[in-house]
């Protein structure tokens, strides 16, 4: 009988631990404050008014996408950082600033017509404004063709809110040279101009983005930038062999050993190796779309070669397609996240680190460089 009873007594203190669990990570989800440093929501909004439809009304919730504002609060999101995306062809036909510059406004806009739910982050003091209602949108420009050789638009693009440049994207262009692009045209990986523009972003405030460039590039940026640089949406190419777009395990201790930070990226075939050669080869059947577990894997990589310091999120969301792994699939999905961190143990001091602080911790630094101070 006393068996019998300590069973039951048992079976239900697991009940409760399950439910406890479950809950904790929609509580941290909400505790915590996140902040995903790669949305691509604008260019999203801009394809479908170029298409001459109305655009979503991201304050609600919309029937396609990744972000919209019921969903990011479900998710527990605070602060994401719209991509102002110049597609590679802009550099080609120089309309790249005029397009940032709207992509800018058009955000601006819909903030200002929905103040109550959404506000500009500028700055890390910013981030304290949160207060459980409203989003705080801060910017990074993916691409850096719309400076346009003119070191001047740093300071114009730091005004508008931009917080990191991308270097370059698909193509080299005048900056750098490409992971996606095989002329690589610049000897060390980065122009005379591009090494000027990173002593410029360090002057003014900028984090230097390192996503999307080619491996010579990566450590040139990081051996010129003064304040430490950062990944904003890579993955590990330790899962993605041959992936130049991704980073490698030297790259990483490298980007490390300066205080810099990899963002995940979500897509699948950032993720594993079965999504990346199912696109590579246009494979037909089901997509091998990753799962929440594989992202983590990432994680634990990342903190296995340099510690829990060093890593945050970059999801892509609104940028990978119908890419995006199992249990992950939008900007309500951040629980999940959370949960399997949990289930590896990870404390709630390192989830902090993962989902803000660490990213927070490299803002903060660039600023303190920018106004002449010494970071700590």
Not at 30 to 49: A, E, G, S
Not at 65 to 75: H, I, L, N
Not at 239 to 264: C, H
Request: glycine content about 6%; proline content about 3%; aromatic content about 8%.
């Amino acid at each position: 009988m006393r068996k019998i009873i300590s069973l039951i007594i048992l079976l239900l203190f697991v009940s409760c631990s399950e439910e406890v669990d479950e809950v904790s990570s929609e509580d941290l989800a909400k505790k915590l404050t996140i902040v995903d440093m790669h949305i691509d929501t604008p260019y999203r909004l801009w394809r479908q008014n170029l298409k001459g439809n109305e655009i979503d009304d991201i304050s609600k919730r919309t029937l396609a996408g990744d972000f919209d504002y019921p969903r990011a609060v479900t998710g527990g999101l605070n602060v994401p950082f719209f991509s102002i995306y110049t597609p590679a062809s802009t550099q080609l036909d120089s309309t790249s600033h005029e397009m940032a510059v709207d992509l800018i406004n058009m955000i601006e806009d819909i903030v200002t017509l929905h103040s109550d739910k959404f506000f500009i982050v500028k700055s890390t003091r910013d981030i304290e404004l949160l207060d459980g209602e409203r989003l705080g949108i801060a910017f990074g420009m993916e691409n850096g063709a719309p400076i346009q050789g003119d070191l001047s638009r740093v300071q114009f693009y730091h005004d508008k809110g931009i917080r990191y440049i991308t270097l370059t994207h698909s193509k080299s262009n005048h900056i750098s040279d490409s992971s996606y692009d095989e002329n690589h045209q610049w000897e060390g990986g980065l122009s005379s101009f591009g090494k000027e523009l990173i002593r410029e972003m360090n002057k003014v405030g900028i984090m230097v983005d390192i996503s999307h460039v080619s491996d010579k590039a990566f450590y040139e940026s990081i051996e010129i930038s003064e304040a430490p640089v950062i990944a904003s949406h890579s993955s590990l190419r330790h899962f993605t062999p041959g992936f130049e777009r991704n980073v490698s395990d030297d790259m990483l201790i490298k980007l490390a050993s300066k205080g810099g930070v990899i963002s995940i990226n979500f897509g699948s075939s950032f993720i594993t190796k079965e999504a990346l050669e199912y696109g590579r080869n246009k494979e037909k059947g089901p997509y091998p779309f990753a799962d929440v577990s594989d992202v983590v894997d990432h994680i634990d990589r990342v903190v296995e070669l340099v510690g829990i310091d060093y890593v945050a999120i970059g999801s892509d969301y609104d940028g990978v397609g119908d890419t995006l792994p199992n249990n992950l699939k939008d900007v309500s999905t951040f629980p999940n996240l959370i949960s399997e961190l949990l289930v590896r143990d990870y404390s709630e001091e390192d989830i902090e680190k993962i989902l803000s602080g660490n990213i927070i911790r490299v803002w903060k630094q660039v600023e303190d460089i920018a106004n002449g101070r010494k970071p700590i």
